[in-house]
């Protein structure tokens, strides 16, 4: 089976050589994922493109090996991704995402690490029971935590909302539907009193799918947007809270063990 090429990332455990990568650093953003590879890896090869899902192959400064996949938006995406990386191998993966600060002292520009997430998925659902704790691996956490603190980011740490939606879910009413559902008006507030940190649409499945298949999970997250404030992303502050995450997971993907 190793010359297998899996049909969603479009490639297979003969294209990642006689070494293959234990790590991935996983980005919803295909952009984000080539910057990461070209940015931060070295004798970096592109595997494929297949379905906008862009991969890449490099080595960190200390010759490890690791790649930098693009896992779309959303869960769903993001389920089918884990899962063939996962048969090919991969072992810890690190979501470096962007996220909406639901907390006012958690400014736009600093970057969010999730300890766990409150998980309102549905493809989570169909990997574990609603019940079932949407948790990241408590090493990898630990590991992004402490680089945050030896390259000075600001950062925080604690409960993410992984959401389905970009408005709705994230009760935002400017958009093309500005009559959210009742459950959802107010929700916000209600998370804010819970001490949820930020909104994103992930992490929880990630996190659900580490502890049922065994793989180590986590997630950093730049913050762009202050909900308490306003609905939009702040652009002026985008670029530097997903360099300071960027920064924060390959710290912790060069010196993991």
């Known amino acids: 089976m190793t010359n297998k090429r899996f049909y969603h990332i479009g490639f297979g455990l003969d294209d990642l050589g006689s070494s293959p990568p234990k790590m991935a650093l996983l980005s919803g953003d295909p952009q984000r994922a080539r910057s990461i590879a070209q940015t931060h890896l070295q004798d970096v090869r592109l595997l494929s493109e297949n379905r906008g899902l862009n991969s890449y192959m490099g080595y960190l400064p200390n010759d490890r090996p690791i790649l930098s996949v693009t896992s779309g ?32 002292h958690i400014p736009v520009g600093s970057i969010v690490i999730s300890s766990a997430a409150l998980c309102r998925q549905g493809a989570a659902n169909d ?3 609603v019940e079932y704790p949407a948790a990241a691996d408590p090493f990898l956490t630990v590991a992004l935590v402490k680089a ?13 909302a992984s959401v389905d939606t970009f408005y709705e879910g994230q009760e935002r009413s400017d958009s093309a539907n500005p009559h959210l559902m009742r459950s959802l008006q107010g929700i916000t507030e209600e998370y804010q009193r819970l001490n949820i940190l930020n909104y994103e649409m992930e992490c929880g499945t990630l996190f ?9 999970a ?9 909900r308490t404030v306003a609905e939009n992303i702040m652009l002026a502050q985008k670029d530097i809270a997903i360099k300071n995450a960027i920064i924060t997971a390959v710290h912790v993907a060069t010196n993991f063990e």
């Open 73 to 104: 938006m959303g869960a769903p995406s993001l389920s089918i991704v884990v899962n063939e990386l996962l048969q090919l191998g991969i072992q810890q993966i690190i979501r470096i995402g962007t996220c909406g600060s639901i907390q006012p």
């Open 208 to 216: 659900k799918m580490g502890g049922v298949y065994k793989f180590a």
């Open 148 to 160: 945050a603190r030896e390259l000075e980011f600001e950062h925080y740490i604690g409960i993410t």
């Open 218 to 226: 986590a997630a950093v997250c730049g913050v762009v947007a202050q």
């Open 127 to 129: 990997i574990a029971p």
